[in-house]
């Protein structure tokens, strides 16, 4: 078999940008870095804009140079990940963190859509299956229906005329 140039070119093109993407996704990460990036990606910025640490859009962000100065500080003096979000916890309150800790009331947060969503749904499947009994049990007016099929009669009986 054989292949046309181009087909070859891009076939080898295709194989070089491939194995040069391979060898880029396995460069070496800085694990502070990484576990600055995971830390900070936990917590809220406090300036009020409600973005994550990690991106806030402000310029000038009051707050968030400060936060990601003492993450990295807290992680380079040894801290774990849990124990620098305990620290911003302990200064900041849950407000800091992006998703509240599930225990105690902040429990129902992560429970209540679920149990919305059931609750949603099994009303759903009790009207719906109250407008089909309705729909079903509705028997015909027996004086309508002699009076559509009178009306019926009369019309028949004036085509056939």
Not at 32 to 48: E, M, P, T, Y
Request: hydrophobic fraction near 45%; include cysteine.
């Amino acid at each position: 078999m054989k292949w046309p140039r181009r087909k070859l070119a891009a076939v080898l093109a295709l194989a070089c940008l491939m194995s040069v993407a391979s060898a880029v996704a396995q460069q070496p990460t800085d694990p502070a870095k990484d576990a600055f990036q995971r830390v900070s990606d936990k917590l809220i910025c406090q300036c009020g804009c409600n973005y994550g640490l990690s991106h806030c859009p402000h310029l000038e962000c009051p707050s968030a140079p400060g936060l990601r100065a003492a993450i990295r500080q807290q992680l380079a003096a040894g801290k774990s990940e849990e124990q620098v979000l305990q620290a911003m916890v302990a200064d900041f309150g849950p407000a800091v963190l992006g998703a509240p800790p599930a225990e105690g009331f902040n429990l129902t947060a992560w429970v209540m859509p679920f149990v919305a969503l059931a609750l949603g749904l099994l009303l759903a499947i009790v009207v719906a299956r109250r407008w089909h009994a309705r729909r079903r049990a509705a028997a015909p007016d027996p004086y309508l229906l002699e009076r559509y099929r009178a009306n019926l009669e009369r019309e028949m009986k004036r085509l056939e005329d």
